[in-house]
């Protein structure tokens, strides 16, 4: 097809054998037509084998699409030319949904903005609402390690396009060898690459603004099947979404969050098997979908819960009315100032006269704990969301690091259910004008073994109203009688995000050299100056 500037895009059309017109499926997407984000859904045949025309198209610059790729820039305007034409394809009745995730995902965004009469359904899965907040960066920093990979994956593909064979074998070996303390091979070899915008534009301005679904979609009213993992680096935006459509929205809005990674959406999760009912349904779910919205089939679906979570620890599928959870515990932060060296020094201790009063009696009440980062040793990342590789890990040999500090409840008398935003509230300074601080909540088997279930991130100035407040991975999980719940806490998380110097991120190689040795102290009195906020919840 050609757009309305006259650019050509190619896509593949996969057609079931039927001679009635049927409805269309639209994925747009970078990456090459011929994968269709089969690393996480079914064959578009497959689709086609339930009564529909699957069309799988190189968004523009990408695969065989002529024109220049430039980073969403042309998706709004490519997207309504491209539903009018799969609209009045032969065989079609001009009703169109769209599927797919990641770029796929916002590619259906950018394309329901335009309001396009044949656009009837959507199923955004693993997207940004905000591209700042819910992609680029997460609580003021950059999300180095996801960002990074993705610009060179893109940069790759862009050298092998244009058949430099000498840019594509550098970035090929750079992306199995992320360089991350040597970013400039980006700058390099891809001048033109998104990433550099997005590092100079640090703050929430225009610039986001104007590149945002968010601030385009305002006007829009589609059924939408929001779809999210707990581990996807991208949940923030698939929330944001869905909340935001769910309160204005008079059209069904769906939500199913698993427990995968960005891909694969198994039941295998880092180091955990959550088990067979962690399979992805997606496919299935998805056909039911557009069966009721694009063949106005009476599926049922339109009397079932809106919301599925899958809930961790139980390894079980919920469903809820909302997800407005306002039943929070707090834990209050106590130590006797080892945290960063004994694992008996850092308290947990529940807001409750019963429980403080159990708390071990050689806790000094207003003591802090001092915790040191060190530009040569920083905290490494492992699993979460925003590393790589995702998902849950046992991080014991991370919590024996002296550069983390640890604070562990006592034994659970009963499970505890959460679901929904956890919140770590620290009262910390530091010693220099810029700071980090990440936050890593987990679960403590009675052998010692530690596994994460969330986590979350802050970019601090010295400047950063106190109590610093961390917004951790929205979650729901299930911890276990006899577990206990540990906090770790730390100023680093690399390269998961860029390191801070002391004076900002070390985006480059001089700021890395500049690079200053940071000391946090963390008043822990066990008042509640520092403290967890956990969404509890209480089921039959």
């Known amino acids: 097809m050609y757009t309305r500037d006259g650019v050509r895009l190619d896509a593949d059309i996969y057609r079931p054998d039927a001679t009635e017109n049927l409805p269309v499926l639209l994925m747009r997407q970078p990456y090459g037509r011929a994968i269709a984000s089969t690393v996480v859904y079914a064959h578009p045949s497959w689709y086609a084998g339930h009564g529909y025309i699957v069309v799988v198209q190189d968004v523009r610059g990408r695969g065989t699409s002529a024109g220049e790729f430039k980073l969403f820039a042309h998706e709004i305007a490519d997207g309504e030319d491209t539903i009018y034409w799969a609209a009045h394809l032969p065989g079609s009745n001009g009703k169109v949904g769209m599927y797919g995730f990641s770029y796929q995902g916002m590619t259906q965004l950018y394309a329901a903005a335009a309001k396009p009469s044949a656009l009837k359904t959507i199923c955004p899965a693993m997207i940004a609402y905000d591209l700042y907040t819910d992609w680029a960066y997460e609580g003021g920093a950059f999300c180095l390690q996801t960002n990074l990979a993705w610009a060179i994956q893109l940069a790759t593909e862009t050298a092998r396009l244009r058949g430099d064979q000498t840019a594509y074998q550098a970035l090929f070996a750079a992306f199995r060898n992320l360089p ?3 970013p400039e091979v ?4 891809a001048p033109e690459s998104f990433y550099h915008e997005w590092v100079a534009h640090p703050q929430p301005n225009t610039y986001w603004e104007e590149l945002s679904p968010k601030y385009h979609l305002q006007a829009v009213d589609l059924p939408m099947f929001h779809i999210g993992g707990w581990f996807d680096t991208y949940l923030r ?11 204005r929205s008079t059209k069904p809005q769906h939500l199913l969050v698993a427990p995968w990674i960005h891909l694969p959406w198994s039941r295998k999760v880092g180091e955990v098997d959550f088990g067979a009912k962690a399979g992805s349904p997606v496919d299935r779910m998805q ?6 919205f694009l063949k106005e089939a009476d599926t049922g679906l339109l009397q079932e819960s809106s919301i599925c979570l899958f809930e961790m620890g139980s390894n079980i599928w919920r469903t809820f009315p909302s997800l407005n959870i306002a039943n929070q515990k707090s834990y209050f932060l106590s130590t006797t100032g080892l945290a960063s060296i004994r694992e008996d020094s850092g308290t947990l201790i529940q807001n409750s006269s019963t429980e403080r009063s159990r708390s071990p009696k050689s806790k000094i009440q207003n003591s802090f704990d001092a915790l040191v980062h060190d530009p040569w040793r920083p905290a490494p990342s492992l699993g979460g969301h925003a590393a790589i590789p995702a998902g849950v890990f046992e991080r014991s040999h991370i919590d024996g690091r002296s550069d983390v500090l640890t604070y562990t409840s006592q034994p659970l008398i009963e499970d505890l259910h959460l679901l929904g935003d956890v919140v770590v509230e620290i009262d910390c300074t530091a010693d220099q004008p810029s700071y980090d601080v990440c936050a890593v909540l987990s679960e403590l088997h009675p052998d010692g073994r530690v596994f994460n279930f969330t986590q979350g991130y802050v970019h601090c100035q010295r400047e950063t109203p106190i109590p610093i407040k961390i917004q951790l991975q929205t979650t729901c999980v299930r911890i276990a009688k006899g577990n206990a719940l540990r906090l770790s806490l730390s100023a680093a998380c690399f390269p998961a995000y860029a390191m801070n110097s002391g004076n900002g991120a070390v985006m480059n190689s001089t700021q890395l050299l500049n690079a200053q040795i940071i000391t ?21």
């Open 180 to 182: 991350v303390n040597n």
């Open 186 to 189: 980006l700058q390099q070899l």
């Open 237 to 247: 935006g698939t929330l944001h979404l869905y909340k935001d459509m769910a309160a």
């Open 287 to 292: 056909i039911r979908w557009f069966d009721q």
């Open 520 to 540: 946090l102290t963390v008043s822990c009195s066990g008042d509640g100056s520092s403290q967890i906020l956990l969404p509890v919840i209480s089921l039959p």
